[in-house]
């Protein structure tokens, strides 16, 4: 017997990790580098006899580090198994169609509908604007129906980037007792936190990630940078769910990440880097780029389905996404990875797409 509560789950689709040859994969925003050099130091000198014990429940070692980072408290942090977690967790503690209905873009990251789903809450999505960036003024004229807002920074598939000024304008516009959710998974690569506005505005909530920007993905470590009535009630969630969702290694390894400030600041200049050039020599080659301050870019050429091209590429073993959804099929999203990866994808489209 299934529950019916299964029966109407649509699950999220992760993008694909095919086992049968060698691919180039640049699917998934994976981050091409290594993470810290801390990391491995630990590991061959970890203690296995720590493993007997639980993890720490409240992650407090690595809510203080994350908490100086960001010159907040920590009770202004909390610790989740990837941000998909604290994303679901958020969707549970602050959203509910009582008050209205929850507001994110059209093209946004594809899990939000599913934690809609799963968790009851009716939403509406707002279209992008014309040049495919987060509309806040959209959003703006659904607030009094919406029990809240969601969106990413810079926004995925598209890359696209909201600068400070438009997220404090917005801010200040919208209902102050609604909670807005930024989701900063790409942050790291070119744009500005709304973290600095968490004093200013209590319901802000921030969620971020070690999978992209500190190359963890394989991890699951994710963190949330809020108002402390909020955390509590994100805690109160994790413990009606599962007291331990971070182990001990996990938090180890976030521990040293989120201190190397040096090295992931360079491992993040040079996927920068690679990503202009590789958007200009797409450009030069008649491709449309949207402007990206992510780790991948939104792309399409006039002619050639999404699906034609993620198929063609896929052939000569390069693996990229491709979204058969409605309005943005001519599209595929490319990971940055190392320049000669780029470089090599470049070859390759330059024959296949001339
Ligand atoms: C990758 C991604 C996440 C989730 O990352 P985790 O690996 O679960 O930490 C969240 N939001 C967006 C927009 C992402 O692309």
């Given at each position: 017997m299934f529950s019916e509560r299964l029966k109407r789950l649509t699950p999220y689709v992760p993008g694909e990790q095919p086992q049968d040859r060698e691919y180039l994969k640049l699917n998934t925003n994976e981050n091409p580098y290594p993470p810290c050099p801390g990391i491995a130091d630990l590991l061959r000198t970890f203690d296995t006899e720590r493993l007997r014990l639980y993890s720490d429940p409240v992650c407090g070692r690595l809510r203080e580090r994350i908490a100086r980072k960001h010159s907040l408290l920590k009770e202004q942090v909390f610790v989740s198994n990837g941000s998909d977690e604290a994303l679901s967790f958020c969707f549970y503690a602050f959203f509910d169609s009582l008050y209205g209905r929850l507001l994110f873009p059209e093209y946004t990251y594809s899990f939000y509908p599913v934690y809609c789903d799963f968790y009851g809450i009716t939403y509406e999505r707002i279209p992008l604007d014309?040049?495919?960036?987060?509309d806040l003024d959209g959003f703006l004229k659904k607030g009094d129906g919406s029990c809240g807002a969601i969106f990413a920074n810079p926004n995925a598939p598209t890359g696209t980037y909201l600068a400070l000024d438009r997220i404090v304008w917005f801010l200040e516009n919208y209902h102050r007792e609604k909670i807005v959710v930024i989701d900063e998974a790409y942050i790291d690569f070119g744009g500005e936190s709304a973290a600095a506005l968490l004093g200013q505005f209590q319901n802000l909530v921030i969620v971020r990630t070690f999978s992209k920007g500190m190359s963890?993905?394989?991890?699951?470590l994710g963190y949330t940078l809020t108002d402390k009535e909020l955390i509590k009630a994100l805690f109160t969630v994790k413990d009606s769910f599962n007291s331990y969702p971070a182990d001990t290694l996990s938090q180890l390894i976030g521990e040293i990440a989120i201190e190397d400030d040096l090295y992931y600041a360079k491992i993040r200049e040079k996927i920068i880097a690679t990503r202009e050039y590789f958007s200009s020599e797409l450009e030069r080659l008649g491709w449309f780029v949207l402007p990206s301050r992510a780790n991948f870019v939104f792309v399409s050429k006039e002619g050639i389905p999404g699906k034609d091209i993620y198929l063609k590429l896929k052939e000569k073993g390069i693996l990229v996404r491709h979204f058969d959804?409605?309005?943005?099929?001519d599209f595929v999203r490319i990971t940055i990875g190392t320049r000669d990866q780029m470089a090599r994808l470049l070859s390759v489209a330059t024959c296949l797409f001339p």
């Open positions: 014309r040049e495919f960036r987060v963890l993905a394989g991890l699951r959804v409605e309005g943005i099929k």
